[in-house]
């Protein structure tokens, strides 16, 4: 109020000058503005206290993910629940709506099950989808949890299939999508994990089909597809609603790193606002001597929480 008054007298100041009507418009805007400010307060984003808060917004972390189930293991590409969770806290409140348009064996379902949030989430392979009904079925809780197989691509038909005329508005994405074509290619540690995986009778990559966006040969038409699924999400989500996306950059079987989480930070941004980036770190990973004594090859334990938010005028 102080700041609306300090302004009305420069403003009657301005009116002596010659012209009024400008000054009088200007006052009259601002006055509108402010009266919009006050009267359209601003939802608390979480239920963090303010030591929370800022011990949360530091930008790298450890998690190191507990060992995985036997059925679990079955995905290739799991991440641990408690990853979800240190986002959750962050940016979501109970009974809040999450989506995972990407949510193999369903670790963001379990998650927001645990912390009493609904969530959505959308997965290709329906062999993923089944290991995550059956661990969602253990889990306490009264939340909605929906996990839906189909194409992340046709969001809104496979949403209006599923719920009819009661689509839910997100108030946050959480999600990890296939690092382009990776699990297919043998190189570094990921050599040593395929011969393991292979062993023990397990898949080395997420299916054999057409829509898997982890099947894409070329580069590029990757993370075009990337952005396309994001820009559908758009219409779904509420106003300001923020998204997470865990990424890599990952090194090609030629050598070459390919800038995966900078590539996706870059395409997602015509449609959301790229607010920062966060770095989760894994400190249990074995070390792999890859290229030794000639060539620099590093060994990989962080992934980039990418965080976006939902353009507002
Ligand atoms: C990195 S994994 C996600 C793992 C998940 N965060 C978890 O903890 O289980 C990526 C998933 O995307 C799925 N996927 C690939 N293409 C898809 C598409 N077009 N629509 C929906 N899911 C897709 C894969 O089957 C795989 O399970």
């Known amino acids: 109020m102080g700041s609306i008054r300090s302004y009305e007298s420069s403003i009657s100041v301005a009116t002596h000058d010659s012209e009024p009507h400008l000054a009088r418009y200007l006052y009259e805007t ?37 060992p995985r189930t036997r059925v679990q293991v079955r995905h290739p590409a799991k991440y641990p629940e408690e990853l979800v969770m240190h986002f959750l806290r962050f940016f979501t409140r109970e009974d809040d709506w999450v989506l995972d348009p990407f949510a193999g064996v369903g670790s963001t379902l379990v998650a927001c099950k645990e912390m009493q949030r609904n969530c959505v989430g959308i997965e290709l392979n329906p062999e993923f989808v089944n290991i995550g009904e059956q661990h969602l079925t253990g889990v306490e809780g009264n939340s909605d ?14 949403m209006k299939d599923y719920f009819g005329s009661n689509v839910p508005q997100f108030d946050f994405v959480m999600t990890s999508p296939p690092y382009w074509n990776m699990l297919r290619k043998s190189r570094g540690g990921n050599d040593s994990v395929h011969k393991q995986r292979r062993s023990n009778g397990l898949a080395l990559y997420y299916s054999d089909m057409r829509e898997d966006i982890g099947n894409i040969e070329e ?10 699924v994001f820009d559908g999400i758009r219409r779904h989500l509420n106003d300001r609603a923020y998204l997470v996306i865990v990424a890599q950059n990952m090194r090609d079987t030629d050598g070459e790193m390919k800038p995966i989480a900078w590539d996706l930070a870059r395409r997602l941004s015509m449609t959301y606002t790229l607010r920062q980036e966060m ?31 939902k353009k507002y005028p």
């Open 30 to 66: 601002v006055r509108t503005l402010a009266g919009l400010l006050v009267a359209l307060p601003r939802r608390r984003l979480n239920d963090l206290t303010g030591k929370e808060w800022v011990r949360a917004t530091k930008s790298w972390f450890v998690i190191n993910p507990k």
């Open 219 to 228: 580069y590029e038409s990757y993370i075009e597809s990337m952005g396309r």
């Open 145 to 158: 949890a929906h996990l839906i197989t189909g194409d992340a691509m046709a969001i809104s038909a496979l």
């Open 279 to 309: 770095i989760w770190c894994q400190d249990n990973k074995q070390l792999g001597c890859w290229g030794y004594p000639t060539t620099y090859v590093s060994n990989v334990h962080h992934h980039y929480c990418l965080v976006f938010q």
